[in-house]
């Protein structure tokens, strides 16, 4: 690969306002008749993409070239001196898809034709100008000689299906102007769920679930979800669906989790099938946001596109900021954002601060695949949600109304959709989008003589500039919040309801009788770590009287880490006032179950290694967090077992509400296991009615080492071993189990008759799973890395991308100690020198820079 550089940004010499693709489709031997209409704008030559390629025949305006007129190679088609008018060049190329285990391109998934085609896998199936700048119009015909019921779908609309010579076709026509990348075709055997929507302005849409036939009872919360998302667009952003069918197809063979094809999106099964016997509450909430998330890129990423790749946040920042209102308007807002401060903390912040921290708007890449992580979706989220903070709903809405109008049809960059918004210093704001790491803010407070100071300081990340920083702060006394008139700001912008720090605030309230306490941060307002000094009765404070429910649960958070901290320094804490705060806390029904159910969660040891800094030691990191579980549990005995014996909700009632109440039962019984109270568990493992309640009880005996697990595991093993969506439940569980034989485990599961290498989702919830295992993925002999580097060695061949993600588990491998980096150093550098594909090799080389 070739590092390529947001500089170097030039616009195509050629548009390509139309294409025309026909597909007769074979399991080795697919014909891909490609008609694409060049216009010159600036003349040259032609130079197209492709990857792997071989040309059949080359036309132009029908007439067929003469092979001196161009130039092939699997990777480039060029035509040396196209004519200076429009002209029209047919390219006819032979693709395999039962050959394509790289899941990009036009492969097959269990017998079913599907294409990936972002970023780069159009090129896999023609030449083309395959970049987001350039749109076309399409129209595709796919004629398969299949004999029975064939699903033929492709984007836009259907024009006409029909039989002649033995061989069906299909001609779709897609109406709106897109990029290569949200091209799909679908052809196969499938099952669907039928559906109507009828759109603000009154036209009626067809929607359709396609999935493996008997399995379309399974699709009907999918189906339900969508309804919902095409319902919220309209009312929230005033955005109508534009197509006179929307499709979705799950497929089991997919490399990430959904992809956006124009009016064909196509779905990892996982975010699509469920029922409650055999997906969890998490589940449903998972089909619901991605069903979402999906929809939303119709205006976000398909109406109006990205320019050039640097702009992947454009899109999927802003639709994953849509997603999470949609979320927080159909559920608990109060719960998604802990939820979503809990991911972004866990996986974002890390990222950040590793050898692959890289921009929100990078400047350059060597693989655009390694490029859709954490930073650009989740913190790419985040720059939304300071937008939205800093000018508030109205102003927002207007904002997003001017950049639909300004920008619908074309392909836009980061600074177009800046520029629609009216925040205050917008060239400041750019270098959140320019500048990688997290930011920290420090807050100082004073109180003598009655009077109070708060001194917000913000400290850029190393390499960094400072930032607008939205600050919401309530000031917190006997008698109620205190009133901002009666506070004196200096130093930042004060916008409604909160703060804008650059580079240090002070807050000053006289006349008081005592400190009032401070709730900093409030709904984290922005994507940053907030530095305090440890306070035991200020946190106990806050959790029992602030009324915002992230700072609440932050404050829960700080005392927990501290006390694992604490104990992971061999210097146990009292731990009596944090299980005594947290039992009121769990035990108060005037907050929602599902927000108390969070606050029971443990942080993770993810969250422990990170406090610790450097030279961790794994074993200590697992005892510290186990014996924490146990001491809690131990000290809230009384209110967990009468939480854990709270009514249960109807197994077939899969609402937010009735997710929380289990969610909190659950956690109760979580903490009880770790107290060695397994009983319930195991009762509840055998007699549990949903998966969620089933797989909460395998996970209190799995994640507590009980002696039952292994028994209860292998029983429901053998229960769902045709539910491949439930054996990865069962794979990833025994990968994460926190004993010593984690990893001659996962080395006996590879050999696990229902283990492929070839299917992502097993590959991740084997061996991603056992990634995130701290102990053995971290063992001190380094076999922990052999094992997942031997996995990412023998996927650089058949699926980069997937052995790719699996590599970047090592990205914090610095933070323990000298042996464990030797060892994984080792392990990478092999990696390195054995790698052939670019993804790969781009992760190793990062990760082993200097
Ligand atoms: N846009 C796709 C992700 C494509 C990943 C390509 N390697 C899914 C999404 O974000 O909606
Ligand atoms: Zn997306």
Redesign the pocket.
Known sequence: GKTVFLKDYAPTPYRAPHTSLMFALHPTRTVVRATTLYEPVGGGPLELAGDGLSLMAAELDGAPLDESAYEATPDRFVLKAPPAEPFALTLVTVVSPDDNTEL?GLYRSNGVYCT?C??E?YRRITYAYDRPDVLSVYDVFVVSDAEGEQVLLSNGNLVDRKVSGGRLTAHWHDPFPKPT?LFALVAGDLGAVTDEFTTMSGRKVELNIYVERGKEPRATYAMDALKRSMVWDETRFGREYDLDVFNIVAVSDF??????NKGLNVFNDRYVLADPDVATDQDYAGIET?IA??YF?NWT?NRITCRDWFQLCL??GL??FRDQEFTSDERSRGVKRIADVRRLRAAQFPEDASPLRHCVRPNRYDE??NL?TSTV?DKGAELIRMIHTMIGEPRFRAGMDDYFARFDGTAATVEDFIGCFSIPDPGAFMRWYEEPGTPRVKVAEAFKDGRYTLELTQVPAEGASVKPIPVRLALLTDTGAIDPAKATVTGGEIGTGHIVLTDRVTVTVNRLNAAPIASVMRGFSAPVTIERAPDEARDLTLIAKDDDPFTVWDAVQRLALSAMQARYDGAAIDETPLAAALGTLAANAGHEPAFRALALILPTRQALIEAIGQNVDPDRVDTAHQGLGASLGEKMRDVLARLHGAPLPPADDVSADAAGQRALRNAAMQLLASAGDTGRAMAQAKNATSMTDRLAALGALAFTNAGEADEALATFAREYDHEPLVLDKYFAMEAMRPDAEALDRVRRLMEHPKFSLKTPNRVRSLIGAFAQNVAAFHRADGSGYRLVAEVAKSLDKSNP?VAARLLTSFSDVRRFDAPRREAAADVLADVLQTATSSDVVDIARRLTAK
Do not use: D, P
Request: negative net charge; proline residues 0%.
């Open positions: 990009m990936q972002e970023a896998g990348y490399n990430m989790g959904a992809m956006e991605v998330h999906e890129h990423g899109k999927e639709t994953v655009i695949s859709y979706y991308q």
